[in-house]
């Protein structure tokens, strides 16, 4: 319906703000138990395609992929990974995930694949998502009835009438600000240093993950194919990428990953990006209709490869929440939403603080942190309780039901 205004009215059950990982996925599984949604996206279909983020998922991750029909790709393609390596002090450590949990284990593959899987499953189910919208806006929270608000590509303002709203716009979205003034408490904590990412058409030079603490700084080897390695170096919190020539970053890789015997592959960088990191949780996670999830409400450095995971579990608990508040008229879900995630939130949030800080070298770091770090590493290799501690939250501590 045209309004006066040249407003476009619209009806649907959830209206979810962001085509993240989270707002795709959340639109999935409501579908799956009969729940109508819209999705807004300020960017274009393509630009969220090809966003380079994160490439590792827990096993809950990957299965609740799988039970919900987006797993063939996926296992086509995907690597399953029974460990990782620490480096420290040069020498090289493995960590056997498998032997530690009882037989958990990850797998690489990437956030943009399984972006481009939801957008295409729902766009074939005939789903509803909106690119390049401006303005976003989501007001009437307290109410029964919220209010979503956009202007489409083409210029026209359009007013959905939800019975839930899903902010899944991630840490810069408008769902968070538009809480309430005073609702919000959050805890947070800025680290000194920042993570340079490459993409490079190369094998990698490595089966598993190697995480190495350098005495010139944290280094990381990660992959996407078995033909594309993915790598992370630190530096400096205001670093630019400009001072960043393809051969610096070959050699500061190589100076601190190597060990003796190994050697690094190199290739043509396609891609190189500086990424602050942040710690960052926001309680509640929901206000009246308004349910915040995956980065909209929380953030994490990403050394402990969490931020993706911690997005998929918000929004099968939140889908199960909002399923039988509007299908079962049963509240009971919606109001203990923001609990029950924030729980796996702060357990992800101290292990990758933990984690973070056991690897980087801090600028103001003295003898005596030096000291701690190569203490607690030894430990962690040489304790079969403590590398389960490390093992058992990397493969995802709590379990994903849906
Ligand atoms: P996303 O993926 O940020 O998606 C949010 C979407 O909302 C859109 N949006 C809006 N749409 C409409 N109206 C508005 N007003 C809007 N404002 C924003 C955005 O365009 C976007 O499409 O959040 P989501 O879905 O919660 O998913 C979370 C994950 O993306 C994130 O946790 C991880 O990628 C974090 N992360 C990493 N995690 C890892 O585990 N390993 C990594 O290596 C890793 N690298 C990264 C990362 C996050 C990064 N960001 C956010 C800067 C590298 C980067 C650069
Ligand atoms: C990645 O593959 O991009 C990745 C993997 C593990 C991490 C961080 C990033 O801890």
Redesign the pocket.
Known sequence: MVGLDMTTSARTQVGI???????LLLSHLLALRGIDSIV????SRAY?EA??????LEAGSTELLRQVGLGARMDAESLEHGGIYLQFAGERHHLDFRDLTGGRWVTIWA?TEIVKDLIRARLAAGAQIEFE?SD?EVTDLSSETPVLR?TDAAGTRHEVTCDAIAG???????CRESMPPGLLRVAEREYPYAWL?ILAIVPPSTDELIYSRHDDGFALHTMRTTQVSRLYLQVPADDEIEGWSDDRIWAELRRRLEVPGWELKTGPITEK?V?PMRSYVATPMQYGRLFL????AH??P?TG???????IADVTVLATALVSLLRDHDPSGAAGYSDACLRRVWRATHFSWWMTTMLHIDPHQDRFGAELQLSQLRYVIASRAAATTLAENYTGYYPLRW
Request: net charge positive; proline share 4%; charged share 15%.
């Open positions: 703000v962001g085509a993240g990982p989270a707002g807004v996206e300020n960017r969220c966003r380079q983020r994160a490439g590792l956030q919208v976003t956009y899944c716009d991630g840490f810069h979205g408008i990412g990006a990424s999830a995956g980065d909209a953030i994490v990403p490869a969490k931020g993706l995971n911690l997005a």
